[in-house]
T-cell receptor, first 113, second 113 residues
Framework: KQEVTQIPAALSVPEGENLVLNCSFT??????LQWFRQDPGKGLTSLLL?????REQTSGRLNASLDKSSGRSTLYIAASQPGDSATYLC????????????FGRGTQLTVWP | DARVTQTPRHKVTEMGQEVTMRCQPI?????VFWYRQTMMQGLELLAY????????DSGMPKDRFSAEMPDATLATLKIQPSEPRDSAVYFC???????????FGPGTRLTVT
């Protein structure tokens, strides 16, 4: 069974810092990897999708990288803002059953002014 | 702005009662997923459908849960009878196919007393 781990579990930083959130997975037979943001009491918002053949994807201040062979992905947030405060979830599509997403437990990010 | 919609947003019920949750996927998406989120387990897949046919429902307690897609615009998740341990947030997600980006609805917060 695919296992997804996110480190750190929580992160608190001052505004303006550049951040790196880490995600690792045990089965490298993935189709893609998706990063989500979840605000308290809300649903999940898709941030970036990286196909298994890609090395990275960028959207605004966000950059996600994927190293499939080593089972790792990172989400880089540049010039963090208080509005970035949320829980960031990594989800892997693949493993024993292609099509289903396996989620990490998330990194809870707080950016203070 | 196409979105996944879910009803009801909140549901409080007593143990033993039937609960039905509904989801309208994004028009044109042929894959629908049901997830459950709890503090203890995080996000886990319950079931998913492709072209209205169930592909994987291994995450769902079969004795009390059932999921259906009566038509392409409606997916339902039913619990009968409900138990306190079913208290969670239930998310529906849809995608163009199982290897594409998944878009999540706002969730149904279920409380069983």
């Amino acid at each position: 069974k695919q296992e997804v781990t996110q480190i750190p579990a929580a992160l608190s930083v001052p505004e303006g810092e550049n951040l790196v959130l880490n995600c690792s997975f045990t089965d490298s037979a993935i189709y893609n990897l998706q990063w989500f943001r979840q605000d308290p009491g809300k649903g999940l918002t898709s941030l970036l999708l990286i196909q298994s053949s890609q090395r990275e994807q960028t959207s605004g201040r966000l950059n996600a990288s994927l190293d499939k062979s080593s089972g790792r992905s990172t989400l880089y947030i540049a010039a963090s803002q208080p509005g970035d405060s949320a829980t960031y979830l990594c989800a892997v599509n693949g493993g024993s059953t292609l099509g289903r997403l396996y989620f990490g437990r998330g990194t809870q990010l707080t950016v203070w002014p | 702005d196409a979105r996944v919609t879910q009803t009801p947003r909140h549901k409080v019920t007593e143990m033993g009662q039937e609960v039905t949750m509904r989801c309208q996927p994004i028009l044109g998406h042929n894959t629908v997923f049901w997830y459950r989120q709890t503090m203890m387990q995080g996000l886990e897949l319950l079931a998913y459908f492709r072209n209205r046919a169930p592909l994987d429902d291994s995450g769902m307690p079969k004795d009390r849960f059932s999921a259906e897609m009566p038509d392409a615009t409606l997916a339902t998740l039913k619990i009968q009878p409900s138990e306190p341990r079913d208290s969670a947030v239930y998310f529906c997600a849809s995608g163009y196919d199982r290897f594409y980006e998944q878009y999540f609805g706002p969730g149904t917060r279920l409380t069983v007393t």
